[in-house]
């Protein structure tokens, strides 16, 4: 029932612009946070950048930092990645993330099916 949607992706030269969306449904309260990861070639996947859905409060990585952000339209249940001044080495798979600790204290994730982003040299 739980599902997260990525969509937004594709190809851009060097200093583009992507918005990346992240739809989640069968939440019944906003009481989790939804992040971004991405994983290169050959390489781990690896946090972006997060954002609390009832609060509002972000957080980025440094490789991101003043050039990506994240974003939340709590009617929509969407989360948005706007990525800006875009660099070859942003090339990776990104995929977001729902966590949330349930009524029975475990820590539960749901992940979306990933979305690609190319950024050509």
């Known amino acids: 029932q739980v599902q997260l949607v990525e969509s937004g992706g594709g190809t851009v030269q060097p200093g583009g612009s992507l918005r990346l969306s992240c739809a989640a449904s069968?939440?019944?309260?906003?009481?989790?946070?939804i992040t971004w990861h991405r994983q290169g070639p050959g390489k781990e996947r690896e946090l972006v950048a997060g954002?609390?859905?009832?609060?509002?409060?972000?957080t980025y990585q440094p490789p991101v930092k003043g050039r990506f952000t994240i974003s939340r339209d709590n009617a929509k249940n969407t989360v948005y990645l706007q990525m800006n001044s875009l660099k070859p080495e942003d090339t990776a798979v990104y995929y977001c993330?729902?966590?949330?600790?349930?009524?029975?204290?475990?820590?539960?994730?749901?992940w979306g099916q990933g979305t690609q982003v190319t950024v050509s040299s």
């Open positions: 954002i609390a859905m009832a609060s509002g409060v972000t």
């Open positions: 069968g939440f019944t309260n906003s009481s989790y946070a």
């Open positions: 993330k729902a966590g949330l600790i349930g009524g029975d204290r475990r820590w539960y994730e749901y």
